[in-house]
């Protein structure tokens, strides 16, 4: 069969299975995995097999890093230190930059925490500053998913961009500075449509929003200081970026870089996102403990509740992984450049690929990352050769989740929280989240086409 084929094949078993089937997402991209397999060549007695064993070598390089980010998710939320880095924001901008507080409070927190929890937190903060000001609370509550969406699409360790990096086998530093460069200006043109739509439709929150309610009603406990809230979000960073640093350096200076080639082990070591991630964690637990001297037992259970999250993400991401391996050895990759070959800018093809079949696949199904995992494994199978493209594939990744973010709607879990938590009707929600993520993802796929072909990295 030929290769186009069977990728339609593939993609249209996993859309069925979501869209009509209401099937998981993990069955439906490991069943299509398994429905690739047997059509593309090969050995009869190996084709399920060798889908085993690409979910076994995709689960073993995300599956520690994912856990560990759902520990540091939680922690950070159970000791107050998300807290804290909200009241930091608001204090630095004052309540009359209140958008951009809450803003940048979404950026930062959404990089380790996933959108939802972060939107909970800042829920009550927008509402209580309506009830001060008595107008702009559609601003406050766009600034808040304006910051969440492009850090949680853009910058690991949350799922989705973890996951892109991994299938398209990205250097986790790379993923997250061009992540942050490119997130950004995304988050900062999604304030401006922030403050554009709450002058055309002015929104009033509903009084009997029970989750923010519940929220601004309960007691606040001690926070932790500003410098240990964001240990755990600093420390990963700082140590994997730093190692891609260092290797950058080493490559471009080659033997005269020897003060960085010392510098190497050591980073490799720690910038292992595996250990780095691990440091991290520890440091969460420590600032849990110290914060709310839990019970015993209290932290065995901190630590099971966010592996029951993360297994999950892991599964899927390892699944998705699994169907790329499969779209390879299909043979899609070849047939699929074949199509481009002679024309000038196909690397700017595959970006326009990677952010358009994200795109559609999120509308199909509603999820930003089973979108991300999707097409990754699909795009994958196509950029596998070292020369496919002119610059860096982290910017495939980045194009990749600028789409996960484009026509969300109310198959999309994000559309309900916004809806439900912040207490705007399905109407309102589709005028203003829709086009915000829109906003956002369209902005992200512009500056990495630029980044691309300003910075290739390559």
């Known amino acids: 069969m030929h290769p186009i084929a069977i990728l339609l094949i593939g993609m249209v078993t996993i859309i069925g299975a979501i869209v009509v089937l209401r099937v998981n997402a993990f069955l439906a991209l490991i069943g299509a995995a398994m429905v690739v397999s047997l059509l593309a060549p090969g050995d009869a007695g190996e084709k399920i097999a060798r889908v085993a064993e690409a979910f076994g070598r995709m689960a073993g390089s995300v599956g520690i890093v994912i856990a560990l980010a759902a520990i540091i998710g939680t922690a950070l939320m159970q000791s107050g230190a998300a807290d804290r880095v909200v009241a930091a924001f608001l204090a630095l901008l004052g309540e009359r930059r209140g958008a951009t507080a809450l803003g940048a409070s979404g950026f930062v927190l959404s990089i380790p925490v996933f959108f939802d929890t972060v939107f909970y937190l800042l829920i009550p903060l927008a509402r209580s500053m309506y009830q001060r000001t008595g107008r702009h609370y559609l601003k406050y509550l766009l600034a808040v998913a304006a910051g969440g969406t492009a850090t949680h699409a853009l910058v690991p360790p949350t799922p989705g961009p973890l996951a892109i990096a991994g299938i398209l086998h990205v250097d986790l530093g790379a993923m997250i500075l061009v992540g942050v460069m490119v997130a950004m200006p995304a988050a900062v043109t999604g304030l401006f449509f922030a403050r554009w739509v709450d002058k055309r439709m002015p929104v009033v929150p509903r009084s009997d929003t ?34 891609t640093i260092v290797t950058s350096m080493v490559a471009a200076r080659g033997e005269e870089a020897r003060f960085w080639s010392m510098l190497a082990p050591i980073t490799a070591t720690l910038g292992n996102a595996n250990l780095a991630l691990l440091l991290a964690a520890a440091v969460a637990i420590w600032l849990y403990v110290r914060q709310r001297r839990p019970k015993p037992g209290a932290v065995a259970g901190l630590v099971e509740k966010s592996l029951m999250s993360g297994g999950l993400i892991i599964l899927i991401t390892a699944a998705g992984g699994a169907f790329g391996a499969m779209l390879q050895s299909a043979q899609v990759g070849p047939a699929i450049q074949s199509l481009f070959a002679g024309r000038h800018g196909s690397g700017l093809l595959y970006i326009g690929l990677a952010f358009t079949v994200a795109s559609l696949i999120k509308i199909a199904q509603g999820s930003s990352t089973v979108a991300m995992i999707t097409t990754a494994g699909m795009l994958s199978a196509m950029i596998s050769g070292t020369d496919t493209l002119p610059f860096n594939v982290v910017y495939v990744c980045t194009a990749i989740a600028g789409g996960s973010l484009v026509g969300t709607w109310m198959n999309d879990s994000g559309f309900w929280v916004f809806s439900k938590m912040g207490g705007t009707t399905e109407v309102e929600t589709l005028k203003s989240w829709t086009p915000l993520s829109a906003v956002v993802g369209i902005t992200a796929l512009i500056m990495t086409v630029v980044l691309a072909l300003l910075v290739p990295l390559s």
């Not at 410098?227 to 960073?237: A, F, H, K």
């Open 210 to 243: 029970s989750v923010a309610a519940e929220s601004e009603s309960a007691e606040k406990p001690e926070l932790p200081a500003l410098v240990l809230s964001l240990l755990p979000i600093l420390v990963p960073v700082l140590l994997i970026s730093s190692n």
